[in-house]
């Protein structure tokens, strides 16, 4: 995957997934985003428990113009969206190491999917998740099954029975 090193860390995650899904629904093809890792701070970090997280560029839910990514965690895998109140939206899905996402963001049409890596520690945790995230999670949970089940169906066959 490759680095940008120079990326300013926090508009290139949120910002950089919406960007790019948003530029993936205008028909460019896939790219991988990645930022620059804080080693101390993830490897110092408390894991996540399983549940339901809200966390954005900001310390207050859904102001405008502020980047957000919501989503679920069950063991280390992960289901969400990054988004901006009353804008741009992506679900994602993937996993959660040392408090950084590595997700698969499903941009439109889900043909075209971006590697993104979001380090929780350069954002703000929101402890109150309302019922519109909810509803996002909601949302992206039937789009994650969607994508996984066309690409199970677009898998080649690689073993044939026999009558």
């Not at 910002?15 to 101390?40: D, F, H, Q, R």
């Not at 993104?116 to 519109?132: A, C, K, Y």
């Amino acid at each position: 995957m490759k680095r940008f090193s120079q990326a300013p860390i926090l508009s290139g995650s949120v910002k950089a997934a919406l960007a790019l899904s948003s530029a993936l629904v205008l028909g460019s093809t896939s790219i991988a985003v990645a930022e620059p890792t804080n080693i101390a701070a993830s490897s110092n970090s408390t894991p996540l428990a399983d549940g339901t997280y809200l966390y954005g560029e900001t310390t207050k839910a859904n102001q405008i113009g502020q980047g957000y990514v919501v989503f679920r965690k069950q063991g280390q895998t992960v289901t969400g969206a990054f988004y901006y109140p009353q804008s741009e939206f992506s679900c994602f899905t993937g996993t959660v190491k040392n408090q950084r996402l590595e997700v698969l963001s499903l941009g439109m049409p889900h043909e075209n999917v971006i590697e993104v890596e979001v380090p929780l520690t350069t954002m703000h945790r929101i402890p109150s998740v309302g019922s519109s995230e909810h509803n996002s999670l909601g949302m992206c949970q039937k789009e994650v099954a969607a994508y996984q089940q066309r690409q199970q169906l677009a898998a080649p066959m690689t073993q044939w029975a026999t009558p």
